[in-house]
């Protein structure tokens, strides 16, 4: 539905939502590296406000045994059990357009090189930008806040949702307190086990995952102290230029994912990617950080959202938009109800204590 607004007596005709989501894709794109690569499952759940974790169950259904001449029976589980579930937190950030703020520099820019926009800028121009800004800010602050909680599930296993009007929940799915790794010679050290250390990680988690690392994630401060191990640097093996092959085949668009290389047939990755909260940059991967990880499969599921306009159903993103009086001004909402869940709780070891 085409939003209008009257400002200084003269009528101003606004993208709507499905306008703004086609511009919003065709701007600077938001980063799910760690969602898509660790996470790349996408479930919803309308009308409930928690996940059924029994109901993401990853392994391979049978088909029973029957005679032909008798009807065919449902694959169903046996045995009896208690259905889990966990809340999913809910956000709703929102974002004031005013006259005050309508000019964005940057974004015309943008938005001028994509063709999306040209010309000098009209005030209808200038609150279209204002409103595009807007949009991509409370969209990527809802995927910042997804991927915050990825990185916290990916490497402890369990998270905590705080907020001014939320008390603290914790989202714990019951990782071994084995796959918690922190090496006896921290890696910056000259007689460091590097090796051993993976060797030893990669075996805890077999052990309890039932299954080895396909990749390695860590920052670049800690992969540079790991190139000058020597025991490492006999067993990894380099990308031959920018054409080789990547084993696991991971998205190489974004600028702060980096695949190194490969030792043992693991893919070495690096990701220095940083979030902001109340002003303070922060990183979602610890620059200590050092994790081996088997469960490249995990969820990303949508729980309902709690709008009357939603009708229950369980979407990313939930856009609006309030025409207000006072103050004088547009203000836009985005409603979400994400949980991140692994597909295997002891698919990852490692920690972030591998070097001071």
């Not at 000058?228 to 080789?244: Q, V």
Request: some cysteine; hydrophobic content about 35%.
């Amino acid at each position: 539905m085409t939003l209008k607004i009257t400002v200084k007596g003269q009528e101003l005709t606004l993208l709507d939502n499905n306008q703004l989501s086609i511009v919003q894709n065709k701007t600077k794109p938001l980063d799910n590296w760690i969602l898509d690569t660790f996470f790349p499952n996408k479930v919803g759940f309308d009308n409930q406000k928690a996940v059924p974790i029994d109901e993401l169950e990853t392994s391979q259904p049978l088909a029973p045994f029957v005679s032909p001449v008798v009807q065919g029976k449902p694959i169903r589980e046996q045995g009896n059990f208690e259905r889990k579930y966990i809340q999913a937190p809910y956000v709703k950030p929102a974002k004031m357009i005013t006259p005050a703020n309508t000019y964005d520099l940057a974004l015309f820019t943008r938005l001028k090189d994509a063709t999306i926009i040209k010309g000098d800028m009209s005030m209808s121009d200038k609150w279209r930008l204002a409103q595009i800004g807007a949009f991509n800010e409370l969209r990527q602050s809802i995927v910042n806040r997804k991927v915050l909680m990825a990185c916290d599930i990916l490497t402890k296993g369990k998270t905590i949702a705080v907020g001014d009007d939320h008390a603290a929940m914790e989202i714990d799915f019951g990782r071994h307190s084995d796959l918690s790794f922190t090496p006896v010679v921290k890696w910056h050290e000259p007689d460091a086990d590097v090796v051993g250390d993976i060797e030893t990680m990669n075996a805890r988690l077999i052990e309890h995952g039932g299954t080895g690392a396909s990749v390695i994630l860590t920052s670049s401060k800690l992969y540079m102290h790991m190139v000058r191990n020597k025991g490492f640097t006999e067993r990894f093996i380099e990308p031959k230029g920018s054409t080789a092959p990547n084993p696991f085949n991971l998205g190489l668009a974004v600028p702060n994912a980096k695949y190194r290389g490969e030792i043992d047939g693991i893919a070495v990755y690096t990701y220095d990617e940083k979030h902001k909260l109340n002003g303070k940059a922060e990183r979602f991967i610890s620059e200590k950080g050092f994790y081996m990880i088997a469960d490249t499969t995990g969820y990303q599921a949508q729980c309902e959202i709690q709008h009357l306009s939603a009708n229950g159903r369980a979407v990313e993103f939930f856009d609006y938009s309030v025409v207000q009086e006072d103050p004088s001004g547009i203000k836009m909402i985005c409603e979400s109800s994400p949980l991140i869940v692994p597909s295997n709780v002891n698919g990852v070891c490692g920690g972030d204590e591998f070097i001071d």
